[in-house]
């Protein structure tokens, strides 16, 4: 006598938009690891230096702003090594443009595999964040390694406690480049364009986000739409906490805080409703 089938997984669409469906993607975690791998061994596949180029990318980048915007345009860096303030920004701004911009590609770049197999979408934009996250980690190294010369020379006073801030510092920056990447891909399974004005958006965010100067050198009304900006207070603290420089507050990191809670909940909301249909426009 056969059997009476019995499904093992049942997709219901009775989510609220609020969900994280964190349950659902646990179960997924084996495919979030194979994601991870997948994006993190692909950045460096057929490439003659390798892994290396994580280190290369970030000291090109230090020395192009440091002959640029230190030396040239003479921009003040709190009285900071400049190599060390740059390598700073842009170890933490690599992180985030990176994490938004895998982000953001979400729904337009997994489009065939979304169609053909049920997963919860989320792992897809989950795993580029810890992918990035791993770069972001082999990157830091170097930042320490440089930072741990400046603080034999006696060139810098970090303040200690707040170091241990720097899980939350980057937990901030995740969420905020998952909240907004979530809103492009969304918004960009309608609105193509948008594709188009993300990398020059990208480009023009870094110069309003004090990683090639600090907060400090502001002034007027620039000063006041720092403030509002997410980022600021999470690369102020990072520079104030490791360096010993800057006017960090902690009203700068509230506001950060409060900020990048409502855009990540604003993106899940639109990722949950644009799941359910995305692919009658994609």
Known sequence: MDQPQKWTETIEDKHSLFDLKLKE??????????????DFVSSFKQTILGPIWFFINPILTTIVYLI????????????????????????????????????????????????KVYFPRLVTPLSIVISNLMRFGVQMLLFILVWIYYLTKGEIHPHWWWILLTPFLILLMALFALGTGMIFSSLTTKYKDLNMILGFGVS??????????????????????????????????????WL?????????LGISTIIILIIFMVGLVIFNKVEKTFMDTV
């Open 68 to 115: 640029v915007f230190g030396r040239i345009a003479k921009l003040p860096t709190d009285g900071s090594p400049p190599l060390l303030f740059y390598l700073a920004g842009v170890t933490l701004w690599n992180y985030f443009s990176s994490a938004l911009t895998g982000t953001s590609y979400t729904f337009a770049g997994n489009a065939g595999i979304f169609g």
């Open 244 to 252: 010993g420089a800057g006017n960090f507050s902690p009203l700068m």
């Open 25 to 38: 993607v646990w179960k997924y975690k084996d495919l979030v690891y194979m994601f991870v791998k997948r």
């Open 204 to 241: 023009l965010y870094m110069y309003a986000t004090p990683v090639i100067y600090p907060a400090s050198s502001l002034s007027g009304i620039f000063k006041k739409l720092a403030y509002y900006n997410p980022l600021t207070g999470i690369f102020e603290c990072f520079k104030y906490s």
